[in-house]
C-alpha cells in the first residue's frame, strides 16, 4: 500500500515554503514568515477557521521556541470526531451504500471496501447499481473477479432500484457478511440525484429493514475546497454516515480534509492513497499531520 508520506506530497509540497519559516531552529518568526505561512495555508485549502489557529500559534512563537509541537497539536484538534468504520457488526449482511459524483473514485472505493473485507475473512458481495453507464456494471463485474467476490448487476437501462433491491435479497440470502451497492452520480441539478437516491434506499430498505447501515460519500481529494461544497449538497440529499476521500496522492488541496469532518459533522472513514485495491488507508489523523509537515528536522 502507498504511505501517507508520499501520498500527501504535492499537499506538502504546497505548504513547504509557508512553514520552514516556522520551523527554522532558534528564530523568532517573522512577519513575511507569517505572511508566506498564510499565503501557504490558502494554496493548500486549509480551511480559515484552522488557518487563523495557525497564524495565532506562529504570532505567539517566541525567540528559539521550537513550536512545531504546537502546530502538530492544532492541527490534530482539529479532528473532533474520530469515529472508525465497524467493520464487524452483529447484523448481517451489512449495506454500504456508496454516493458520490461521476469520476470521484466510487466504483473503484467499493472494490476497494471488499478487497479489505476479503482481506479480513469476511464475504462481501459487490452490486452495481449505476445501471446509466453499461461500463460501470463491467467496470464492476472486472473487480469482482480479481477480488474474488459475488457481484450483482442489471442489464445497462435496469431500474436501479431494482438492482439494490436483489443484491441486498442476495446478501441476506447467501449470508454474506458485506453488501457494498455503488449508485450512479449524476449531479446536474438536484431533484433528479434526490429522487434517485430517495428511490435506491426505499428499496434496500424494503429489501431488509433497517438497511442501508452506512452510507458514504467519496469525494474527490484534486478538487479541494469544492469537494466540500459538494459534500454539503449531498448530505442535504441523503444523510451521510462517513466520508471516504480519493486521490489524496494526486492531490496539492488536501488541506480541506479537516473541515469535511467539522463543517459537516461526519466522520472521514477512509482515504485512497493510490489506485490499487490495496491502497485504501483508515483515515488517522496523526499520519495526517505528519504527511502534511514532513519529518522534523
Ligand atoms: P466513479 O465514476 O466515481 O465510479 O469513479 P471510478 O472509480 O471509475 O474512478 C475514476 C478514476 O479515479 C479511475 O481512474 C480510478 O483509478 C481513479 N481513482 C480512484 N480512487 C483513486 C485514488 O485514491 N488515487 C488515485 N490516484 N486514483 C484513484
Redesign the pocket.
Known amino acids: 500500500m502507498k504511505s501517507w508520506i508520499d501520498a500527501l506530497a504535492r499537499t506538502r509540497a504546497a505548504l513547504a515554503n509557508g512553514i520552514r519559516g516556522l520551523f527554522r531552529p532558534g528564530s523568532v518568526v517573522s512577519r513575511e514568515d507569517r505572511e508566506r505561512l498564510e499565503e501557504a495555508l490558502v494554496s493548500a485549502d486549509v480551511p480559515m477557521w484552522l488557518a487563523g489557529k495557525l497564524l495565532d500559534d506562529a504570532a505567539a512563537a517566541r525567540s528559539g521556541v521550537p513550536i512545531r509541537a504546537t502546530v502538530e497539536q492544532t492541527l490534530l484538534s482539529a479532528f473532533a470526531s474520530k469515529a472508525a468504520f465497524s467493520w464487524e457488526s452483529a447484523v448481517k449482511p451489512r449495506v454500504v451504500l456508496i454516493v458520490?459524483?461521476?469520476?470521484?473514485?466510487?466504483?473503484?472505493?467499493?472494490?476497494?471496501l471488499a478487497w479489505h473485507a476479503k482481506r479480513r475473512g469476511l464475504t462481501p458481495i459487490l452490486a452495481a447499481a449505476?445501471t446509466f453507464r453499461a461500463a460501470?456494471a463491467e467496470?464492476l463485474r472486472k473487480w469482482a473477479s480479481s477480488v474474488g467476490c459475488d457481484v450483482i448487476a442489471g442489464a445497462a437501462g435496469a431500474d436501479s432500484a431494482a438492482v439494490a433491491f436483489d443484491a441486498v435479497k442476495a446478501g441476506v440470502s447467501r449470508g454474506a457478511d458485506l453488501v457494498i451497492i455503488?449508485t450512479a452520480?449524476r449531479m446536474h441539478t438536484k431533484q433528479p440525484l434526490m429522487d434517485e437516491m430517495g428511490k435506491i434506499r426505499r428499496s434496500i430498505g424494503k429489501s431488509m429493514p433497517g438497511a442501508p447501515h452506512e452510507t458514504l460519500l467519496?469525494l474527490?481529494?484534486t478538487l479541494g475546497n469544492n469537494a466540500v461544497a459538494q459534500a454539503k449538497v449531498f448530505h442535504e440529499i441523503v444523510p451521510l454516515t462517513g466520508v471516504v476521500i480519493?486521490?489524496?496522492?494526486?492531490s496539492a488541496k488536501g488541506g480541506f480534509i479537516p473541515a469535511v469532518n467539522k463543517e459537516l459533522g461526519v466522520p472521514v472513514y477512509f482515504?485512497?492513497?493510490?489506485?490499487g485495491a490495496e491502497?485504501?488507508a483508515p483515515f488517522d489523523a496523526a499520519e495526517f499531520v505528519k504527511g502534511l509537515l514532513g519529518p522534523e528536522a
Open positions: 458520490g459524483v461521476n469520476g470521484s473514485g466510487k466504483t473503484t472505493t467499493a472494490a476497494k449505476d460501470a467496470q455503488d452520480g467519496v474527490d481529494a480519493t486521490k489524496l496522492d494526486g482515504v485512497g492513497l493510490g489506485e491502497d485504501l
